[in-house]
């Protein structure tokens, strides 16, 4: 991916966007690597992603960024271009169980993941050995109902401080303030342990369990101040029988759990992933 | 399954259950061909399914019911035995939509389908012709809020005068009323089309689409007085992404109903579902 | 779909090929309604599927084809233009199983098949009701292992009478000889009973009842000489376990293989699969 | 699982079995928790286990053993007793690779394998130092084509003076001898990179990706002297499409490794898997 760009696109649909889009960049010599497009017919709106790689006498990401505005500007278009080679600033935000922050660390040491897990923050003390041993600063910041704020500014100033731009709520299990929430639109992802909208809130595998429900789940989504109702990034399943209790759905839900998060992560990091309205287009 | 028994068994947990019905059995020289059991340690029910294949010189299903008593009373057991040859009476109640009710004839002339289709049943006339097709007798009772309750009736004297053991609700787009939920009730299964508990109550795959999910699925199971709220038998999904319309989804989601439905009354006429409050043990 | 055209493109990989693609259809008012492509980086070569809607002042798909010659020979391409609204013409050949073969006519039926099923042709007479039921014609041609070549060239006959561009095996159970695998190459899907390329040939069920797997599929491929190692364009698994018999494999599979073999039918009516070498491009 | 013995049995088919064990274990106030049977038309072989709760006067499970040996030689069973509360000691090897085995470790470290690690070993340094942070035994045991015996001796002096009852390949990329094969035999398990049968031996995701499959998969099976030819455990699979390179299912397939291994071996040491030939009996 070295000497390429990922571009993502948001704007109405028109005719000409896809032949401004490729002339522009066939012009600057940039070859395209990778894209897809989708219009949708319900918003009218439009989103591409395209990885296109640097020519030799092409201009630099920042010159791109420039040359591209008018023709962003003609098409009403939001649009990002990343240095496909830079890896996404992430913190890791955990409470008790551990299994899907010990998921993303392996795959962060193996270099499988597609970012730089650059802090953990918890609200427990009992991940410390982990993330220390793996050479990570760990923040443990105790909550209560009393100094929720306090502790999410402290929170906060750890995000800035560390140049945050993803962050991950790996059963992290404080639900945050409308005021984190919205800061961190768009920016911040969770991992609910229930294949959502069904059982929505605390003891998702319980609840599964009283309904009798014969798959439990997974799901990976953006988190807004409407608690577990943000635009899901993906969801997977697992088969359960009679035979299970709870304490097995919790089990069984881990391993959802851990592979769900982390291709929402991949989606996320790899810019795959364009917010419409409630919904979500992965581009995959 | 020639010369074979099913016997199923429901309980309260107590030592010695196994061993009494094993020794009733061998002491009548039933051979057991399958056995599963299952102690709920919410409720203290204890469940169990035994198929056993009557010797040369076994009692007869009738006389065998008759010697268990003592045992059923001893133990304070419902219990049911079935001529695992004999194949269920069910009659299908369907309306516009033909996926299920199609898949369900094919599997019924090929032989596949261990019951016996006595009666179609529907709201409107778009079945006839393939249901006469098949040999099998097609009730066209029309249905407005105001008439609801006297075409119940007609339903209802047409499973009666059919024997129907079992009614299938393959697509019938009419809420049943209390009544006849409860007339029917543990003998009627219904194919919705969400994975429930998501998106209860009239289109379903539209409230799935504009919610986003990443999977859509489909759930058999018993109806109760409450909508769509009986003891689920199976449940299966199947992966959507966001280029895909509502009516895709519909499309999609048909092949899931028909397998799903299928796979239930499998479940059912083989007598390996018994309920167990709101929810099921299932013996596959 | 009225009014829009399917583009598909194949070509070495080179710089401007999405330029001058995109370019070209604004020019002549074509509006992208979906777009994919991708670029093998083992064969080099280029593939790309676009479907565009034509303007009040478009040309007709075949000035379309035709203004589009200079940019194909400029770049290599082979392409292909197809009007969306038009309903691949369909031959189903079939055997002693009914299951796809009824599921196909179902679909086609209810007007979910984006195909137009123009004959049936079989070995056997067994599915000649429900085949004329449907209104179709169905012709039997017995065969022999000395009668084969004859046979075969009857089946050339019908296609060509009926102006066949897809010819499905629907659970066809004889190897087409090497001559008429040559003359359908790429026109003809056949659907096997396994997850290839385990179990290839005859009874791939027993096989894989007889090696113990956890899992049984069905796979949709085209047609080559070479028995069972054409180009796969869909699998699907479904789980087994140690209770299941040979017979049980074949009652489960079936299901599995109604499904594969009709999205694989979908896919290639829509022209989403691309032929690359022995493998296939599947624009979903 | 305290003070509950786990009973398994396998024998010719018979008349009267399952009497005489439900039978015996009522007669010394054992309570049955699970219980589970299979009886193989084919082989005629019948498998059984048994999860019983000791009652307050029951004999402690060796005496258990020995009671239980006059009903074992009239049924002709081989049968096992294990304490439900004790954990199976495992050792497991690996190369490079570490996915699986930091998955095991942190299921180890969180309580939830049912299994004790007391040794790893591997014929590459890499892995030291996540294992010793879990204060584990780490054991490097070079090897070439020509020590290869050598350092299998070593192997098995390891296995012996750890009191190992079950070795776990993850991902240990050399090929026992027959030798070592035939002395781990049923107690040793190893994870496939591939839905086997298909891709046996070397690189088998690199062939997935040359055939073109559209699902890759893992398995866990016995290993025996016939390379990927043991009895399988379980399997699983996932999908793939053609953006995908062969280090893209080397990603993709290494979730789906560390699931189906640690579910192998949760099935194994909760003493759930029989061995039928060259299948198994997987009682879930």
Redesign the interface.
């Known amino acids: 991916m070295q000497n390429s760009i990922i571009l993502t696109i948001t704007c109405p649909v028109r005719?000409?966007i896809?032949?401004a889009v490729?002339?522009f960049?066939?012009a600057h010599?940039g070859?395209?690597?990778?894209?897809?497009?989708?219009?949708?017919?319900d918003s009218q709106r439009f989103f591409q992603r395209i990885v296109f790689r640097r020519?030799d006498h092409s201009p630099s990401i920042e010159e791109f960024r420039q040359l591209f505005g008018p023709i962003a500007e003609r098409f009403g278009m939001d649009f990002q271009m990343h240095d496909a080679a830079r890896k996404t600033r992430v913190a890791i935000l955990v409470s008790k169980f551990?299994?899907c922050l010990?998921?993303l660390l392996?795959r962060h040491q193996?270099g499988?993941l597609n970012a730089e897990v650059v802090t953990v923050i918890s609200n427990h003390p009992d991940m410390r050995a982990l993330v220390e041993?793996h050479g990570i600063d760990y923040h443990h910041l105790p909550v209560t109902a009393v100094t929720k704020r306090d502790q999410e500014r402290q929170i906060e100033a750890v995000l800035r401080e560390k140049g945050v731009e993803l962050t991950v709520l790996a059963r992290y299990m404080q639900v945050l303030s409308p005021e984190l929430s919205a800061a961190l639109s768009g920016r911040c992802i969770n991992i609910h342990h229930s294949?959502?909208?069904?059982?929505k809130g605390a003891k998702p595998y319980h609840q599964a369990h009283a309904?009798?429900?014969?798959?439990i789940?997974a799901t990976a989504h953006y988190v807004t101040d409407a608690l577990d109702e943000g635009?899901?990034?993906?969801?997977?399943?697992s088969p359960v029988?009679?035979?299970y209790?709870a304490d097995d759905y919790v089990?069984i839900g881990?391993?959802i759990e851990s592979?769900v998060l982390?291709r929402a992560l991949r989606y996320h990091t790899e810019h795959r992933v364009l917010v419409?309205g409630?919904?979500?287009?992965?581009f995959?």
Do not use: C
């Not at 070859?31 to 219009?39: C, D, L, N, P």
């Not at 635009?231 to 399943?237: A, H, L, R, T, Y």
């Open positions: 005719v000409g896809v032949a490729s002339g960049l066939t010599e070859f395209i690597i990778e894209a897809a497009q989708y219009g949708d017919p020519g551990g299994h010990n998921d392996h193996s499988t041993w294949f959502l909208p069904s059982f309904r009798g429900v014969k798959l789940g635009p899901i990034i993906d969801q997977e399943v029988d009679h035979t209790t089990k881990s391993d592979v982390a419409n409630m919904k979500t287009v992965v995959k």
